[in-house]
């Protein structure tokens, strides 16, 4: 059977002053068989797209990456779980996964939702966390500092594509959810109020300078990033606040193994 046109394979790899062992990437909506409105790159199984057009997809992003990788996939729920990832193929319940293993490439899904990646400066564990405002507010990102062995001045993270601040509506009831978390929180740095209807409060959320606040509580000082709309820029990014019906980008990290 031949293989299925594509478009030209597009990739985000982050820009922080990492090891040389740490590798990381984003993909974008380009470069994969998925059709309209999952067209082209879509790497999710769950979100309606023909399987076989996501499994191919996957594929052509380990040929990327290397036959040599193992990915650890995610079945993501909004939670604050992370888990140590594993090579035996198993879809694990999570919203985190962090590794010491060379080749095992900790990968999280999303289209609007903040991709996180933390590695340490000896390039000995890295980990991967998907925070939408639900699993921030809740401690997604300290969940996964707490998994590593080095203290947190000696980490660095880097916040991949997500919602920007211009187009990321939230209730009241987002708001307080964080008050009622951080309750020094000062909620205005975070949250600007937007009447678009006269009968509800709603805010405009800065998902990322939430998540470089609650680092930087954390003792985390390295922290890179940030300067992305997947809602804005629908050239690149997928977003489920734009279209509800859309593939999702895959956000990968692992550590290299030295060449023999």
């Not at 992370?82 to 999280?108: F, I, K, P, R, Y």
């Not at 390295?222 to 489920?240: I, N």
Request: charged share 20%; proline share 7%; glycine share 6%.
């Amino acid at each position: 059977m031949s293989t299925p046109p594509c478009e030209i394979f597009t990739v985000i790899r982050p820009d922080w002053p990492v090891p040389a062992r740490v590798h990381a990437l984003v993909t974008t909506r380009s470069g994969g068989v998925s059709q309209p409105p999952w067209d082209s790159f879509n790497l999710a199984t769950h979100v309606g797209d023909r399987v076989d057009d996501a499994v191919c997809n996957r594929q052509r992003l380990r040929d990327v990456i290397g036959h040599n990788k193992t990915f650890q996939w995610l079945n993501q729920t909004h939670s604050t779980d992370v888990v140590v990832a594993s090579d035996n193929g198993v879809v694990q319940q999570a919203d985190g996964a962090h590794t010491q293993e060379d080749n095992l490439v900790c990968t999280v899904l999303t289209a609007d939702c903040l991709p996180v990646f933390f590695c340490n400066k000896e390039a000995t564990q890295v980990a991967a966390a998907h925070a939408g405002w639900k699993g921030l507010g809740a401690g997604i990102l300290e969940k996964t500092l707490a998994c590593f062995f080095s203290a947190p001045e000696h980490l660095r993270v880097w916040l991949g594509p997500a919602i920007g601040p211009e187009h990321f509506e939230v209730g009241d009831d987002v708001r307080q959810y964080y008050v009622d978390h951080y309750p020094s929180l000062p909620y205005q740095d975070f949250f600007v109020p937007v009447q678009t209807d006269p009968s509800r409060l709603c805010w405009h959320m800065d998902i990322y300078a939430m998540a470089r606040y609650i680092l930087k509580q954390q003792g985390v000082d390295a922290v890179y990033g940030g300067g992305y709309c997947t809602y804005a820029d629908k050239t690149r990014f997928f977003s489920y606040r734009r279209e509800p019906v859309c593939g999702r980008m895959a956000s990968c990290i692992w550590l290299e193994s030295s060449p023999s």
